[in-house]
């Protein structure tokens, strides 16, 4: 094979495995989906005892076969790539290489191996053979109106671990040696986030009159405090889907409030182009 | 009786049965909702050993007289009918008859009589009742906006399927060996969602200080992730709302989504009265 | 006393009880306010056997001082008041009935006195006391957005009881004779319902691998339903406090949408009356 | 040292503690954050008996270093600021002084020393250090829709109260006698509460027919009622996300708030740029 040949064949493997335009491209993505989703089925079931004990060899093979599959393509993918440094920079060549660390970490660290789970990461390339531009489009509506919210969450956020650490410590004074599973500040701040994000299992609950009044209060403030992300949420996701609204603008009068399906400005009537 | 008494007499069995225009007509439906109320109690009390254990033929009785009269009208149903092969194929026909189907398969397949309370589904007749118009107005505005969310709502439902995935394997790898509970991933994943969705059962609950700290995190991402749903169907409802809002009709072509402030219908540029 | 005296006393009293426009107008209504707490926080008391056992008679007498003076208050509301039938029928009304009645059926059904805390429904005339009018006006906003997203809520609900039956009954025939929780369909149900709220007691729970699947599938489902009526209620209470915004039409141009403190129109600079 | 240089001297400190627009002033700012981040770590860990148990005397002294630090730190803010008396009743002013109250308080109410957590409040100072002006912008727009919607939350909070009165009294009729958990109705008010914030413990459930119904109801209210504050805070929010985005500002009378389309300003009437 000379240089050119080599060229032309390393050129053909980087459009099969990176892009999805091609017969093959699209063939590759769908196997690879599915080995995928094999293997994650094959961790989840081998941490089942009574389904991988009687087995543990094959187990054993398959997430051998599994590795070296994702070894081998990561390998490829570097190979073929134009820069590799850039794809393996990017969001998913980092989900590429953690896919395939467990499995070797599992050499030097036992039990590590059920981490391979999160070669499910690397399921977000469906989106890829679904058809991407319109999944692709809502759900950077998703993560804009996310982005756009994040400096209200993470204030947020520190109310709230605020509000948990206080509350949790105010119940530990009033339960603590009364009550097992408030024996000491961390115990409680763990029953405080279990309750104020009224998940509430019930491993932990107040037992004395004091702390079911304060337990009452926390509660009562959980309920109006979960309408706050909600309410951040909905503005930002409110405000992305009218930013991605037409904005047409009549030539004559400048008005630029028109519906998407609008031919004529409905201000003076004249055409839209 | 001649042909056109026959011809007629199918008419009239058509028009009671299918509509509620008529005096019989809606004499019939709202015998039928009863009827179905009462066959899906059937099903409930046969279930309570308490009520149906001393009379366990009542209840046999009953149940086979139910289902005859529900092939009897389905029968029925598909004779008088037009196209019966549109009526049988489409929704409240797939509920018709899945209606029956239980019943007869118990003579196969014993147990599955229980299933029977899936009649309860033809009690959406019960909207036909009701000032219907309105009701499948508002319905349908409901349904709308889901459909218009459904993208993005399947892209939320395959993050949190990830999110659950990993978390739930996390908490797995730190709980493994000193809780019953996380056994195996599956279980650990079982966990997982009973959480994130803030259900909390507490059947299953960490007991490992590191498994606790996971808990906590997954809980308060928990906590973020309930706000993206409704933000998502808020603002479609929203939106649909203000669609329908303004229903300015151009009397020139017809068209009837106009903005509150249009002068002029943006379709054929005519003033609006 | 002669006639007009007589009128005048009763008008007095009818302006004292009924409004509270006058200094012994309000002072009454605060005074009343404070007795149908004390009233309220002695049922709550007299339920603690540790408190109320000891002093059996003290609860027992202060119980009919509070039912004598609401009995007696109604018979003077009824007695002053213009219109005896349409204060007996208005929604106070019947409320200050409920609230005596409990008392007076105890003497007849042992038991029933616990319920005379429907009192503390009467506090609602609290809002009278506090600025009324914008409390007024807040939970009218509040009510009306209710109001006008009942169809859409009754649909929601219907649907909701609908999925919790079938789902309930699914889980019934995978559970049932493995686990003492889903006994019957309606102890099914009673957990469907425990789960798609969110509440998640645990005091049932699947044991099974079908059920915990089921169960899964029915939290992914309630999680995706919650958002539901919060939509519909965030979207008419956007829609309530749009319609109470300030809509100022400009005299000069007829434009309408002004901020509440504009004082010259923005399209054409024309002053606002 | 000379009355000038004492000034100087308490200018520097002034500059230093409150404000952060100097080197030395956003260095004091870190290390304050630090110290307070470990006092909180201190008292937390102090309460975990395998860790303080063995090394009493090191808690002992790190809590009164930590108390003296705060002390002192108070101390020199009263003396260096301009107005003592508007600083310590200042929000951030009685936070620091809560801040140390608790440990003195301990030297006459032993137990009382686990409040100092109260001292993570502090690190709200973090906002400072941060790009405050942004922080401070959307936490502002946070505390206004919350601020905005106070009311309707009162009137909202005052019906969920009395919903928990009535239905916890209810369902105390009904299973008082067959459930220790419902022995009396402050109790039944407790189980409630939970119920409806949707946290659902299960350390108290319904174990008769008639409770588990009156709970199925109560849930399902709670369904609807959790979309309420939700919708509130939501709208909002919504609200002052539109107000704070347009701001054009009228050249003339300095005006900022006004509608993206307006051409003259509504409040002098001059026309827009």
Same mark, same amino acid.
């Given at each position: /094979?000379?240089?050119?040949?080599?060229?032309?064949?390393? @050129?053909?493997?980087?459009? !099969?495995?990176?892009?999805?335009?091609?017969?093959?491209?699209?063939?590759? &993505?769908?196997?690879? =989906?599915? !080995?995928?989703?094999?293997?994650? =089925?094959?961790?989840?079931? *081998?941490?089942?005892? @009574?389904?991988?004990?009687? %087995?543990?060899?094959?187990?054993?093979?398959? @997430?051998?076969?599994?590795?070296?599959?994702?070894?081998?393509?990561?390998?490829?993918?570097?190979?073929?790539? &134009?820069?590799?440094?850039?794809?393996?920079?990017?969001?998913?060549?980092?989900?590429?290489? !953690?896919?395939?660390?467990?499995?070797?970490?599992?050499?030097?660290?036992?039990?590590?191996?059920?981490?391979?789970?999160?070669?499910?990461? #690397? =399921? /977000?390339?469906?989106?890829?053979?679904?058809? /991407?531009?319109?999944?692709? $489009?809502?759900?950077?509506?998703?993560?804009?109106?996310?982005?756009?919210? %994040?400096?209200?969450?993470?204030?947020?956020?520190?109310?709230?671990?605020?509000?948990?650490?206080?509350?949790?410590?105010?119940?530990?004074?009033? @339960?603590?040696?009364?009550?097992?599973?408030?024996?000491?500040?961390?115990?409680?701040?763990?029953?405080?986030?279990?309750?104020?994000?009224?998940?509430?299992?019930?491993?932990?609950?107040?037992?004395?009159? $004091?702390?079911?009044? /304060?337990?009452?209060?926390?509660?009562?403030? +959980?309920?109006?405090?979960?309408?706050?992300?909600?309410?951040?949420?909905?503005? *930002?996701?409110?405000? *992305?889907?009218? %930013?991605?609204?037409?904005?047409?603008?009549?030539?004559?009068?400048?008005?630029?409030?028109? &519906?998407?399906?609008? #031919?004529?400005?409905?201000?003076? +009537?004249? +055409?839209? *182009?």
């Amino acid at each position: /094979m000379d240089a050119e040949g080599k060229q032309g064949c390393r @050129e053909w493997l980087r459009r !099969v495995i990176f892009q999805s335009d091609t017969r093959a491209g699209q063939a590759y &993505d769908i196997v690879l =989906l599915v !080995v995928i989703a094999l293997s994650v =089925l094959t961790v989840m079931l *081998e941490s089942v005892e @009574e389904i991988s004990g009687p %087995r543990r060899g094959l187990f054993t093979v398959l @997430e051998w076969v599994f590795t070296g599959l994702f070894t081998l393509e990561y390998a490829v993918r570097l190979a073929v790539v &134009d820069r590799p440094g850039r794809y393996a920079g990017s969001f998913l060549g980092v989900i590429d290489l !953690v896919s395939i660390l467990p499995a070797w970490l599992e050499l030097v660290l036992p039990g590590s191996r059920f981490l391979t789970v999160i070669r499910v990461l #690397r =399921l /977000m390339r469906m989106f890829r053979v679904l058809r /991407m531009a319109q999944y692709l $489009g809502e759900a950077s509506l998703l993560l804009n109106a996310l982005g756009a919210s %994040r400096r209200k969450i993470l204030i947020f956020f520190t109310a709230v671990l605020t509000l948990v650490l206080v509350e949790g410590t105010a119940v530990y004074v009033l @339960e603590n040696g009364e009550n097992p599973g408030f024996r000491n500040i961390p115990q409680a701040i763990y029953w405080a986030i279990v309750t104020i994000t009224t998940v509430g299992y019930g491993d932990v609950a107040p037992v004395t009159v $004091g702390g079911k009044i /304060m337990a009452s209060f926390i509660m009562l403030t +959980g309920f109006a405090i979960i309408a706050v992300p909600t309410g951040i949420v909905t503005s *930002e996701i409110g405000r *992305e889907l009218q %930013r991605t609204r037409v904005r047409r603008r009549c030539g004559q009068c400048g008005w630029e409030d028109h &519906d998407v399906r609008a #031919r004529y400005c409905h201000q003076c +009537g004249i +055409g839209l *182009e």
